[in-house]
């Protein structure tokens, strides 16, 4: 009786889901993308379609698609014209960029100097409370000459000012986003953006105006999703066609094993690094922190924890950097020599092996796991790491405010040596990005003479002296510089990685197979 | 009944003042600076004051709070500060994805809970019993975080009958709602077994089966609907655990609603925003449990409310 009704109830049930799935599945289209569409998945929504505005990562990936820039950074990381067919520099403070002629926005409207001033009028304007105002304090004017020359004039000599010349061009007029239609202004760009919804997709079909390979994707659609766990899911099942740098190292062995996905592991210069608060008088004291560089074991974690998806650094420029200088003092896993430098500092081991130093560690729930690793590791030299793990905004905000012994960070997309400057110079303490409130004369002095000196030469010698100093002195202990890791679709063919990281080369592969766009003009 | 409406609606104003004034101050006492989220932290100290202006963050916090009160008067909830919109047509943009998650998730969890309820709380402590309680004690204890991704390695990746993620037609409500309705349903089936059991000993039910009802006649025509009342007070209770649910379904599978809002919210330490959100989530808490007194009064003829 009693398994009779369970069974009866077991066939409502059963049934009624059953139901549910057939229902659902019905409607149910697998990726449901048109011919020639690829899908790429972002973590993180861009914040801004408007490439004056967005400067988060996602918003610099996405923008890059559809906007165009005076320069731009090859797969090389050097400069190159990308507006601009021809740069002159005839002054220290002076550039003059020649416009290409014939480029339009998606619009149809022809692309000018005028444009151009405006964009960077626009971003200076208080009124649009852009956050790139900042990156162009350097700059005192932008002219327009005629329809297709730009002078910019710096009120110094700055070395770094093709940096200045990486701002999207928006058409002349385009009003505040605020005004403006949610899928942002056109561009000049290989896309144009046909509608976005924050936190959901950014869809993005060809500019008819732009020239693209035979079989280059006709549109791509972005969609933001946030969990990693699905993002490799994606992959799986062939939804996704391509995710870059979002994967945890774990999910790539299972990835790899899909016969359909390829990974792409190139050397990239995003730099993770540990810093020290130096109003803390223990952390000031160099041989604490030259200790605490020989306590870490970073071979170990590239190797085992980010399954070589990494190289151990030895300052922030990257080996694929012109003024990367490697020749600097190194400071491999010695843990007794970790220990001698400890007591040579004033703390010696007790009795336990433990020593009357203990560091708060602030990191994120993200950053936890490794922060558990330093803590092993310096345990085993006596230094006792109090891990304080809080969200995102909360210990960004304690950063800021100096609210931390020691932390560790990551610097994206380092281009020019000028990097040195803003984070260890000491006139840069927050809101600047020299956050440890570190302060060393001579590297004031030379990271100052690498901004004002335009000569390449010159200042390949300048960084050489500062990534020697940095590395002895030791504001940051370098750990790695990350690989670029795109898991992709074998369909996709010819996709060039950026050592920082852009998708500039989406607009530029190609697609095997069915599914390939016929090519435009 | 009117006017008993009437007061609970009244007394929606002082729970709206509460909930507005904790998470202004929660807000406001966290570290982390809206200005610097905005503006990167590479922002000239002229600019972040500027901005600071602009927003009128650098005036005294409780004229903060009294301006924001008087926009919240008359309906006004301010200007998110990293989407550069009204807040409240943000909300009102997202609020429909989150209260169609979470209706699927309670229906999903009342589809599962009353099956396994009644035939639990028919046969206290035979094999259907420990069957369905244990299936409830396993779907209470899994995180939503952990079977979210199950569902979709078992439905989408393996039988490739759902779509993974995102907002679409009925196929891409399944997994969510799965996801969001098991605990829940777990809860309910417990709470319903207990309360059949409790009616199954009353006077009106040995009546009734004395009168030759079959038990389970007795149960369905008397029985469940005196178990009601209990089952829907803690569908009520429960909204809030729903709610909160959303804010990990949500991220779980891409889905644009307001738990997602609230989340990148927090991180931005977009103020208006999350006190946008906070107050729309506890409004709609205080709505559905107002609903649910009322139902009270439609299944159970005994309840008068006045």
Redesign the interface.
């Known amino acids: 009786m ?1 398994s009779a ?2 069974a009866h ?1 077991a066939r ?2 059963v049934s ?1 889901a059953a139901s ?2 057939l ?3 019905a ?4 990726a449901g993308h048109p011919p020639g569409t690829i899908q790429v998945d972002f973590e993180i ?1 861009p ?1 801004s379609t408007d490439p004056r505005i967005g ?1 988060d990562a996602a918003s610099s990936r996405l923008n890059e698609l559809i906007f165009d820039s005076l320069m731009k950074i090859d797969r090389n990381g050097e400069f190159v014209g990308d507006l601009a067919e021809r740069v002159e520099r005839p002054t220290p403070t002076e550039i003059i960029f020649h416009l290409r002629r014939e480029v339009r926005f998606s619009d149809g409207r022809e692309l000018t100097a005028r444009d151009v001033k405006y964009t960077y009028e626009s971003i200076e304007n ?1 009124e649009l ?1 852009s ?1 790139k ?3 162009l ?1 350097e700059l005192k004017a932008i002219e327009a000459p005629d329809d297709f020359t730009v002078v910019m004039t710096t009120a110094n000599p700055y070395a770094p000012a093709l940096e200045m010349a990486t701002e999207g061009i928006v058409p002349d007029g385009t009003p505040p ?2 005004k403006s239609a949610s899928a942002g202004p056109p561009g000049s760009g290989p896309f144009m953006m046909l509608s976005f ?5 950014a869809k993005l079909e060809r500019n008819p105006l732009h020239k693209f390979e035979p079989n280059s994707p006709a549109a791509i659609l972005i ?5 990693a ?2 993002r490799a ?2 992959l ?2 062939g ?1 996704c066609d391509f995710s870059g740098n979002n994967l945890e190292a774990d999910v790539l062995p299972w990835l790899r094993a899909h016969p359909f996905l390829k990974i792409s592991a190139t050397p990239g210069t995003t730099y993770k690094y540990l810093s020290f608060n130096f109003r803390d008088a223990r952390l000031r004291d160099v041989r604490v922190r030259r200790a605490i560089a020989y306590a870490i074991d970073r071979a170990t974690i590239v190797k085992s924890m980010l399954r070589d998806s990494a190289r151990v650094a030895t300052g922030l420029l990257a080996p694929e950097n012109w003024a990367y200088d490697g020749d600097v003092t190194a400071y491999p896993y010695d843990p007794e020599r970790s220990r001698q430098l400890l007591d040579e500092a004033g703390y010696p081991a007790g009795a336990d092996g433990m020593r009357r130093l203990q560091i708060d560690f602030k990191t994120t729930p993200e950053g936890a796991r490794l922060a558990e690793v330093f803590q092993a590791m310096l345990q085993r030299v006596g230094i006792a790491l109090n891990v304080r793990t809080v ?4 210990y ?3 950063i ?2 100096g ?1 931390f012994e020691m932390t560790s960070l990551q610097w994206i997309g380092i281009n020019d040596p000028n990097q040195y400057y ?1 984070v260890f110079n000491s006139t840069q303490t ?4 020299n ?1 440890e409130y570190y302060s060393n004369p001579a590297l004031d002095r030379l990271v100052e003479a690498g901004m004002r000196t335009i000569d390449v030469d010159e200042r390949k010698k300048i960084y050489a002296q500062v990534q020697r100093l940095a590395a002895d002195d030791l504001p940051y202990v370098s750990l790695w510089w990350s690989d670029n890791v795109a898991v992709m679709n074998r369909r996709l063919a010819n996709f060039e990685p950026y050592p920082n990281g852009s998708l500039r080369s989406l607009a530029t592969l190609t697609l095997q197979g069915p599914g390939g766009a016929e090519p435009s003009r | 009944m009117i006017k008993y409406l009437m007061r609970r609606l009244v007394s929606i104003v002082p729970v709206a003042l509460g909930v507005a004034t904790l998470t202004f101050a929660i807000i406001h006492l966290v570290p982390g600076d809206p200005v610097v989220a905005m503006l990167g932290d590479s922002a000239a100290p002229a600019d972040i004051e500027g901005m600071r202006h602009q927003l009128g963050l650098d005036r005294p916090l409780l004229t903060q709070y009294a301006t924001y009160l008087g926009g919240l008067a008359i309906g006004d909830l301010g200007e998110s500060t990293s989407y550069r919109k009204p807040v409240a047509q943000i909300v009102s943009e997202r609020f429909p994805a989150t209260i169609e998650l979470a209706a699927a998730g309670m229906f999903v969890a009342l589809l599962i809970a009353f099956p396994l309820g009644i035939v639990a709380g028919s046969n206290p402590g035979g094999a259907a019993d420990m069957g369905a309680m244990g299936f409830a004690i396993l779907g209470i204890s899994i995180p939503h975080i952990y079977l979210g991704p199950l569902l979709m390695i078992l439905f989408s990746l393996d039988l490739r009958w759902l779509p993974l993620t995102g907002r679409g037609g009925f196929a891409h409500l399944v997994l969510p709602a799965m996801t969001l309705g098991t605990a829940l349903a777990a809860i309910i089936a417990r709470m319903l077994r207990h309360s059949l059991i409790v009616v199954r000993a009353s006077d009106y039910m040995r009546t009734a089966i004395g009168k030759g009802l079959s038990p389970r006649a007795a149960i369905v025509r008397h029985g469940l609907k005196n178990a009601m009342t209990s089952v829907i007070t803690i569908i009520g209770l429960q909204m809030g655990s729903l709610l909160s649910g959303t804010l990990i379904t949500e991220m779980i599978f891409s889905w644009p609603g307001l738990g997602r809002l609230l989340i990148g919210a927090i991180g931005a330490r977009d103020y208006p925003l999350v006190e946008g959100c906070v107050l729309t989530f506890a409004m709609t808490y205080v709505v559905v449990n107002l609903a649910t007194d009322v139902v009270y009064a439609l299944v159970d003829p005994r309840v008068r409310i006045s």
Do not use: W
């Open positions: 009693v009704r369970i109830a409502v049930v009624i549910a799935v229902v659902a599945s409607g149910c289209d697998r929504s914040l400067t208080p409370r956050p105002r900042a990156s304090k986003p605020l919804t924050r936190d959901e997709t969609k933001i999703v946030p969990d766990t699905v899911l994606e799986a099942e939804v969200e995102f905004a909360t960004y905000g304690e800021q405010s609210n803003m927050p809101p600047g990005m956050r």
